[in-house]
């Protein structure tokens, strides 16, 4: 299973920025997806999360700015963000659990980072 995000730049504040991120080879389904940011020199920390039935979960800093959205037959997870601020400036990872087989259970997998800067 390979994870692929995309949609990263460079935007002013105020603006908006759209990451897609695609999940490719053996899948039977997918759970949990999630986007996640690190910042240099900070942790990496959950932005927003969207469970199988679409229930979003965001952290209180993207609140109201970000969506996070998932379209299942493609396997893809969204996340619009508006309003960015320079302090949104980090690398954006994805997330997902995936399970591959009846035979196994739910397992974690990382995408690649794409960079996401705000200019003040």
């Known amino acids: 299973v390979q994870l692929q995000a995309s949609g990263g730049g460079l935007v002013q504040a105020g603006g908006s920025l759209a990451l897609s991120c695609v999940a490719s080879g053996t899948i039977l389904s997918i759970n949990r997806m999630a986007w996640y940011r690190q910042a240099p020199g900070k942790e990496r920390e959950l932005v927003a999360a969207?469970?199988?039935?679409?229930?979003?979960d965001y952290a209180d800093s993207v609140k109201g700015r970000f969506t996070i959205s998932r379209h299942d037959a493609k396997n893809t997870m969204y996340l619009q963000m508006n309003s960015l601020e320079p302090e949104d400036t980090a690398v954006y990872y994805c997330?997902?659990?995936?399970?591959?087989?009846?035979?196994?259970?739910?397992?974690?997998?990382w995408g690649n980072g794409t960079q996401v800067t705000v200019s003040s």
């Open positions: 969207i469970a199988s039935g679409g229930f979003p």
């Open positions: 997330s997902a659990d995936v399970r591959i087989s009846s035979r196994f259970g739910f397992y974690h997998y």
